[in-house]
Protein backbone atom coordinates (compact mmCIF):
# COMPACT_ATOMS: atom_id res chain seq x y z
CA UNK A 1 0.00 0.00 0.00
CA UNK A 2 1.76 3.79 -0.52
CA UNK A 3 0.48 6.01 1.65
CA UNK A 4 1.25 9.78 1.07
CA UNK A 5 1.32 11.96 4.21
CA UNK A 6 0.43 15.61 4.39
CA UNK A 7 1.69 17.76 7.80
CA UNK A 8 -0.40 20.92 6.30
CA UNK A 9 1.02 24.12 6.27
CA UNK A 10 0.30 27.48 4.44
CA UNK A 11 4.00 28.41 3.83
CA UNK A 12 5.48 24.96 3.96
CA UNK A 13 3.16 22.10 3.00
CA UNK A 14 5.46 18.59 3.83
CA UNK A 15 4.53 15.47 1.85
CA UNK A 16 6.16 12.05 2.10
CA UNK A 17 5.24 8.90 0.55
CA UNK A 18 6.01 5.46 1.72
CA UNK A 19 4.95 2.04 0.91
CA UNK A 20 3.96 -0.30 3.49
CA UNK A 21 4.25 -3.99 3.34
CA UNK A 22 3.66 -6.45 5.78
CA UNK A 23 3.33 -5.82 9.47
CA UNK A 24 5.92 -3.05 10.58
CA UNK A 25 7.42 -3.24 6.98
CA UNK A 26 8.33 0.03 5.39
CA UNK A 27 10.01 1.82 2.48
CA UNK A 28 10.64 5.47 1.91
CA UNK A 29 9.44 6.15 -1.74
CA UNK A 30 10.06 9.98 -1.28
CA UNK A 31 10.06 13.07 0.39
CA UNK A 32 9.39 17.43 -0.40
CA UNK A 33 7.97 20.26 0.75
CA UNK A 34 5.23 22.23 -1.14
CA UNK A 35 5.86 25.87 -0.54
CA UNK A 36 3.82 29.10 -1.36
CA UNK A 37 5.13 32.54 -1.24
CA UNK A 38 3.89 35.08 2.01
CA UNK A 39 3.82 37.66 0.20
CA UNK A 40 1.05 36.90 -2.57
CA UNK A 41 -2.66 36.87 -1.48
CA UNK A 42 -4.03 33.12 0.46
CA UNK A 43 -6.31 32.27 -2.01
CA UNK A 44 -3.20 32.23 -4.22
CA UNK A 45 -0.92 30.42 -1.68
CA UNK A 46 -3.74 27.97 -1.21
CA UNK A 47 -3.93 27.01 -5.03
CA UNK A 48 0.09 26.64 -5.12
CA UNK A 49 0.19 24.49 -2.65
CA UNK A 50 -3.31 22.69 -3.88
CA UNK A 51 -1.13 22.30 -6.78
CA UNK A 52 1.86 20.83 -5.32
CA UNK A 53 -0.03 18.20 -3.61
CA UNK A 54 -2.47 17.48 -6.82
CA UNK A 55 1.04 16.67 -8.55
CA UNK A 56 2.49 14.29 -5.56
CA UNK A 57 -0.82 12.47 -5.75
CA UNK A 58 -0.72 12.30 -9.68
CA UNK A 59 3.16 11.19 -9.78
CA UNK A 60 2.76 8.97 -7.03
CA UNK A 61 -0.50 7.53 -7.36
CA UNK A 62 -1.07 6.14 -3.67
CA UNK A 63 -4.19 4.11 -2.29
CA UNK A 64 -4.10 6.87 0.97
CA UNK A 65 -3.84 10.14 2.04
CA UNK A 66 -3.04 9.97 5.59
CA UNK A 67 -2.91 14.14 6.99
CA UNK A 68 -2.34 15.63 10.62
CA UNK A 69 -5.37 16.72 12.08
CA UNK A 70 -5.08 20.19 13.01
CA UNK A 71 -5.16 21.03 16.70
CA UNK A 72 -5.68 24.39 18.75
CA UNK A 73 -2.75 26.38 19.19
CA UNK A 74 -2.40 29.72 20.08
CA UNK A 75 -1.66 31.61 17.53
CA UNK A 76 -5.42 31.67 15.85
CA UNK A 77 -3.69 32.68 12.03
CA UNK A 78 -1.03 29.97 12.45
CA UNK A 79 -4.18 27.47 13.20
CA UNK A 80 -6.98 28.64 10.42
CA UNK A 81 -4.00 28.65 7.56
CA UNK A 82 -3.03 24.86 8.25
CA UNK A 83 -6.53 24.00 8.25
CA UNK A 84 -7.31 25.87 5.42
CA UNK A 85 -4.03 23.77 3.64
CA UNK A 86 -5.11 20.33 5.11
CA UNK A 87 -8.64 21.38 2.89
CA UNK A 88 -7.00 21.38 0.04
CA UNK A 89 -4.77 18.18 0.64
CA UNK A 90 -8.65 16.51 1.31
CA UNK A 91 -9.84 18.01 -1.64
CA UNK A 92 -7.36 17.40 -4.25
CA UNK A 93 -7.56 13.27 -2.82
CA UNK A 94 -11.37 13.30 -2.98
CA UNK A 95 -11.61 14.80 -6.78
CA UNK A 96 -9.43 11.52 -7.08
CA UNK A 97 -10.88 9.17 -5.23
CA UNK A 98 -8.25 8.35 -2.35
CA UNK A 99 -9.46 7.60 0.92
CA UNK A 100 -8.31 10.12 3.64
CA UNK A 101 -7.44 9.92 7.42
CA UNK A 102 -6.73 12.17 9.61
CA UNK A 103 -4.21 11.54 12.62
CA UNK A 104 -3.30 14.48 15.75
CA UNK A 105 -0.33 14.58 16.18
CA UNK A 106 -0.24 12.48 19.64
CA UNK A 107 -1.34 10.03 17.75
CA UNK A 108 1.55 9.60 15.79
CA UNK A 109 3.92 10.22 18.41
CA UNK A 110 2.37 7.06 20.12
CA UNK A 111 2.24 4.93 16.96
CA UNK A 112 5.81 5.58 16.29
CA UNK A 113 7.63 5.64 19.64
CA UNK A 114 5.22 4.37 22.17
CA UNK A 115 4.87 7.85 23.75
CA UNK A 116 2.19 10.30 22.87
CA UNK A 117 4.48 13.17 24.49
CA UNK A 118 7.93 12.32 22.30
CA UNK A 119 10.28 14.50 21.21
CA UNK A 120 10.54 16.03 17.88
CA UNK A 121 14.18 14.82 18.00
CA UNK A 122 12.90 11.39 18.89
CA UNK A 123 10.71 11.20 16.41
CA UNK A 124 13.07 12.30 13.57
CA UNK A 125 15.15 9.51 14.61
CA UNK A 126 12.38 6.74 14.51
CA UNK A 127 11.08 8.03 11.33
CA UNK A 128 14.66 7.74 10.06
CA UNK A 129 15.26 4.47 11.68
CA UNK A 130 12.00 3.05 10.79
CA UNK A 131 12.53 3.97 6.69
CA UNK A 132 16.25 2.97 6.84
CA UNK A 133 17.45 6.53 6.23
CA UNK A 134 20.72 7.62 7.18
CA UNK A 135 19.32 10.72 8.60
CA UNK A 136 16.26 12.50 9.46
CA UNK A 137 14.41 14.14 6.50
CA UNK A 138 14.69 17.95 6.75
CA UNK A 139 12.92 20.18 7.31
CA UNK A 140 10.81 19.56 10.17
CA UNK A 141 7.96 19.46 7.73
CA UNK A 142 9.15 16.75 5.70
CA UNK A 143 9.47 14.22 8.52
CA UNK A 144 6.72 15.27 9.81
CA UNK A 145 4.98 14.31 6.58
CA UNK A 146 6.47 10.94 6.42
CA UNK A 147 5.68 10.41 10.49
CA UNK A 148 2.09 10.89 9.37
CA UNK A 149 2.15 8.38 6.77
CA UNK A 150 4.06 5.66 9.05
CA UNK A 151 1.38 6.72 11.67
CA UNK A 152 -1.59 5.59 9.19
CA UNK A 153 0.09 2.52 8.29
CA UNK A 154 0.68 1.45 11.72
CA UNK A 155 -2.35 2.53 13.29
CA UNK A 156 -5.30 2.05 9.95
CA UNK A 157 -7.95 4.23 10.33
CA UNK A 158 -9.67 5.89 7.44
CA UNK A 159 -12.69 8.15 6.92
CA UNK A 160 -15.06 6.71 5.27
CA UNK A 161 -14.39 2.90 3.84
CA UNK A 162 -15.28 0.33 1.41
CA UNK A 163 -19.14 0.13 0.43
CA UNK A 164 -19.99 3.27 2.09
CA UNK A 165 -16.93 5.56 0.45
CA UNK A 166 -18.26 3.75 -3.28
CA UNK A 167 -21.22 5.34 -2.85
CA UNK A 168 -20.34 9.29 -2.74
CA UNK A 169 -17.67 8.80 -5.44
CA UNK A 170 -18.24 10.11 -8.94
CA UNK A 171 -17.77 7.67 -11.67
CA UNK A 172 -14.98 10.01 -12.56
CA UNK A 173 -13.42 9.26 -9.39
CA UNK A 174 -14.20 5.84 -9.83
CA UNK A 175 -12.22 5.89 -13.38
CA UNK A 176 -8.93 7.68 -12.06
CA UNK A 177 -8.79 5.31 -8.84
CA UNK A 178 -8.97 2.50 -11.27
CA UNK A 179 -6.48 3.55 -13.74
CA UNK A 180 -4.15 4.60 -10.38
CA UNK A 181 -4.34 0.63 -9.61
CA UNK A 182 -3.84 -0.41 -13.12
CA UNK A 183 -1.06 1.97 -13.43
CA UNK A 184 0.70 0.85 -10.16
CA UNK A 185 0.51 -2.54 -10.71
CA UNK A 186 2.43 -2.36 -13.79
CA UNK A 187 5.07 0.03 -11.41
CA UNK A 188 3.74 3.61 -12.28
CA UNK A 189 5.03 4.77 -9.13
CA UNK A 190 8.38 6.84 -9.70
CA UNK A 191 10.18 6.42 -6.51
CA UNK A 192 13.07 8.88 -5.35
CA UNK A 193 14.06 11.35 -3.72
Not at 101 to 106: G, I, S, V
Not at 125 to 143: E, G, Y
Request: glycine share 8%; aromatic share 2%; hydrophobic share 45%.
Amino acid sequence: MIILGVDPGLTRCGVGVIEAGAPRRLSFIHVDVVRSDPHISQDLRLLAIYDGIAAKLDEFIPDTVSIERVFAQENRNTVLGTAQAAGVAMLAAAQRGIPVALHTPTESKLAITGNGKAQKVQMERMVARLLNLNAPPTPADAADALAIAICHALRPAGALEGGEREQHLTKAQRQWAQAAQHASRRGGVRRGM
